[in-house]
């Protein structure tokens, strides 16, 4: 069962073009991380949200609770933006111990000059 | 330190050979998760440490798996005998709240990857 779903798995851009990478889950939440993951490996939070949308340069986020989604845009894309884009979700009313952050597969963004 | 580090960044290891992944939290991090990234995959919850404190192992794959954090700062996260399927990254990340406040965002290591040849 995969509690976090995103779409597309694998996304080719040219430069300049808007990109929209989605993510829906099945649990209740209290936040959803946007993080972004280079091929070294390192992982860093683009955006935490629990409602609304976020902005940050060229990067936004949305998040409608409601209907259990999420989705990532990227303005103007660049080659530097080509990552994986991981959606993770943090369970809310867990009642167990460990963090919960129950992670996304990811979306693989490729984008060509 | 700035930030998470993780060491070492590669290890080949030989199946049937033990390794140990260290990682160096923030200063003054309370919270500290392994996670394991297979190929192609989310990272997977591997375990959790409060402090110095182990409060959930439960996604340590086998016994051949153990992780430790004596001094409530680095951790050590070590494999026994180690088997191809343990080939992965594995990622440290830590936080500066407990569990189960509100949700706030992690701060990772870039990861070790393992290779079992």
């Known amino acids: 069962k995969n509690e976090v779903e995103q779409s597309p798995q694998n996304l080719t851009a040219q430069e300049g073009e808007f990109i929209t990478i989605n993510c829906s889950y099945s649990v209740g939440i209290s936040a959803l991380h946007w993080l972004q993951q280079h091929p070294g490996g390192g992982i860093v939070s683009l955006f935490m949200l629990s409602s609304g949308k976020k902005k940050h340069g060229r990067l936004i986020a949305t998040i409608n609770i409601q209907e259990k989604h999420s989705s990532l845009h990227i303005t103007a894309s660049h080659p530097r933006d080509s990552a994986v884009y991981i959606c993770a979700v943090w369970e809310r009313d867990y009642g167990g111990s460990q963090g919960n952050l129950i992670f996304g597969k990811g979306t693989k963004l490729s984008v060509k000059p | 330190g700035a930030g998470v580090s993780q060491s070492p960044r590669y290890k080949v290891a030989k199946r049937g050979q033990d390794v140990a992944l260290r990682c160096d939290p923030i200063?003054?991090?309370?919270?500290l998760f392994w996670y394991q990234q297979a190929l192609g995959q989310g990272p997977e919850f591997l375990t959790y440490?409060?402090?110095?404190?182990?409060?959930?192992k439960s996604g340590l794959p086998s016994d051949r798996f153990f992780a430790e954090r004596p001094e409530g700062s680095v951790s050590t996260l070590k494999i026994q005998r180690t088997q191809q399927e343990d080939s992965a990254v594995y990622l440290c990340a830590s936080s500066s709240r407990r569990v189960g406040t509100r949700g706030d965002g992690y701060t990772f290591g870039s990861g070790t990857r393992l290779t079992v040849v």
């Open positions: 440490f409060q402090n110095e404190a182990q409060l959930d």
């Open positions: 200063s003054g991090h309370v919270s």
